[in-house]
């Protein structure tokens, strides 16, 4: 046997009979040995109750869950929009510009250097990582609907199957505003 124990891990069917797993549907997986190396095997509960169990080296029970990957984001893109929309004094546009900024703060393609107050408003002072110019993004009060209707815009322009540009995305949240 090899110094190295490596398994596959589970597999969306069954490892007898072949039947795909239903979400959240029982899966036993087991370890056991095939000759001399080991193998892990992913079983429905039919297949699992008729196994011969003298190979097995240990089970245990789980549910199946679908792929959960979220979307892989370009955020250059990301970057690119916010680049744009610095510019853009319409208000929804400043809405979503620091949504935006946020977005990028929180996945650490943009630093903050701090919060500056002037002429009553506040701005984000911040910069790309291995920039070291700064800019400034307006902070924005959203309430709960408003920053649920830009998330939306926002995983729209994330979205890889849809094909729409910025303005046909902000078009519901501008109409929304109110």
Not at 18 to 26: I, K, L, V, W, Y
Not at 91 to 120: M, N, S, Y
Not at 133 to 144: G, H
């Amino acid at each position: 046997m090899s110094g190295e124990w490596r398994y596959q891990r589970r597999q969306g069917a069954c490892a007898v009979c072949g039947r795909s797993f239903a979400a959240d549907e029982t899966v036993f997986s087991l370890l056991r040995f095939a000759g001399e190396e080991l193998e892990r095997g992913d079983l429905c509960s039919p297949c699992f109750d008729g196994r011969e169990e003298t190979e097995d080296v240990f089970f245990w029970r789980t549910r199946h869950a679908e792929d959960r990957r979220g979307l892989r984001v370009d955020f250059d893109l990301v970057l690119g929009v916010l680049q744009r929309l610095r510019e853009d004094e319409r208000p929804e546009r400043r809405d979503f510009c620091f949504l935006i900024a946020l977005l990028l703060v929180r996945h650490r393609k943009l630093r903050l250097q701090g919060v500056v107050r002037r002429r009553g408003r506040e701005f984000l002072q911040l910069r790309r990582p291995r920039a070291r110019q700064p800019f400034e993004v307006e902070v924005r009060e959203l309430d709960e609907e408003r920053r649920s209707r830009l998330s939306a815009v926002l995983a729209g322009l994330l979205d890889p199957a849809r094909e729409a540009d910025l303005e046909d995305l902000l078009t519901p949240a501008r109409t929304s505003r109110g």
